[in-house]
Antibody, heavy 118, light 106 residues
Framework: ELQLVESGGGLVHPGGSLRLSCAAS????????ANWVRQSPGKGLEWVSY????????YYADSVKGRFTISRDNAQNSLYLQMNSLSDEDTALYYC???????????WGQGTMVTVSS | DIQMTQSPSSLSASVGDRVTITCRAS??????LNWYQHKPGKAPKLLIY???TLQTGVPSRFSGSGSGTDFTLTISSLQPEDFATYYC????????FGQGTKVEIK
């Protein structure tokens, strides 16, 4: 079964940091680009970051640029998101998603919740 | 950055209705436009990629069209399981989602 499982979410104080992980199984993770997408409570989907399979192309949304860092370990079949300088606006359910079809997100995890609160 | 604008933001429809959702990009994205369905508590689901190609397993009542800046998602005959929020997403330059269209029961 093709699967993505996120972990690492939790409660963090404003200004704090958190590292999210996404474990892939059922497919060769190194063959695919991957994204992080989030959904804040009551809001729509917001794309966060993208990394190509070979790690040499990375994009970030303006809202997280300079604070978040995407990375991957293809040997471990894993995608990561290092989040620094967190604010309450970063409170959201964070999904990782594979780009299996041309520039489209075809496999999604169930998400990990990040809550930024004092 | 490319901005994606969907309309309407929400709509009410009945089972059997034909539903159309539009998505406009702030600049040309060629055909790199995808559509997703999202239900509460579930992961988003890819419906259509490259503007008009139906993802495997998606019912044929869903269809997509458009190119350049203007795109459309059509549900030919709305079914009870189709009540959800729908998002467009561009994959041409970086990535971005539209703000979503919530399809509710009339």
């Amino acid at each position: 079964e093709l699967q993505l499982v996120e972990s690492g979410g939790g409660l963090v104080h404003p200004g704090g940091s958190l590292r999210l992980s996404c474990a892939a199984s059922g497919f060769t993770f190194s063959d695919f680009s991957a994204n992080w997408v989030r959904q804040s409570p009551g809001k729509g989907l917001e794309w966060v970051s993208y990394m190509i399979s070979g790690s040499d192309t990375i994009y970030y949304a303006d809202s997280v640029k300079g604070r978040f860092t995407i990375s991957r370990d293809n040997a471990q079949n894993s995608l990561y998101l290092q989040m620094n300088s967190l604010s309450d606006e970063d409170t959201a359910l964070y999904y990782c998603a594979r780009e299996g079809t041309p520039h489209a997100l075809d496999i999604w995890g169930q998400g990990t919740m990040v809550t930024v609160s004092s | 950055d490319i901005q994606m604008t969907q309309s309407p933001s929400s709509l009410s429809a009945s089972v059997g209705d034909r539903v159309t959702i539009t998505c406009r990009a702030s600049q040309s994205i060629s055909g790199y436009l995808n559509w997703y369905q999202h239900k509460p508590g579930k992961a988003p689901k890819l419906l259509i990629y490259l503007a008009s190609t139906l993802q495997t397993g998606v019912p044929s009542r869903f269809s997509g069209s458009g190119s350049g800046t203007d795109f459309t998602l059509t549900i030919s005959s709305l079914q009870p399981e189709d009540f959800a929020t729908y998002y467009c997403q561009q994959g041409y330059n970086s990535r971005a989602f539209g703000q979503g269209t919530k399809v509710e029961i009339k």
